[in-house]
């Protein structure tokens, strides 16, 4: 069965950090590239960061420097580490494999908003 949870969205202010976590089925996770995308309100979905199955890792322009997304395969998790966020960063957060297309199955995702 394809389950895919995001969670460890929430409020923060400019400047601050949120981990996010994906826990992902098996049949989803193994031997796939994984990503985090976000769609902010009025806008396309969007890849913010992959990985790759042998770690290799890619980051959208806007995030680069800023945040970290890791895997645990043991576990069959995704993570993003955000740093320094920026109210451009609110949106709704989604992890899925690399590529991903709009009719894959989706998560609920986890809405982080960035405002003061």
């Known amino acids: 069965q394809v389950q895919l949870v995001e969670s460890g969205g929430g409020l923060v202010q400019p400047g601050g950090s949120l981990r996010l976590s994906c826990a992902a089925s098996?049949?989803?996770?193994?031997?796939?590239?994984m990503a985090w995308y976000r769609q902010a309100p009025g806008k396309q979905r969007e890849l913010v960061a992959s990985?790759?199955?042998?770690?290799?890792?890619r980051y959208a322009e806007s995030v680069k420097g800023r945040f970290t997304i890791s895997r645990d395969n043991a576990k069959n998790t995704v993570y993003l580490q955000m740093n320094n966020l920026k109210p451009e960063d609110t949106a709704v957060y989604y992890c899925n494999k690399d590529p991903s297309w709009p009719q894959d199955y989706w998560g609920q995702g986890t809405q982080v908003t960035v405002s003061s």
């Open positions: 098996r049949i989803v996770f193994t031997n796939n590239n």
């Open positions: 990985i790759l199955v042998i770690g290799m890792t």
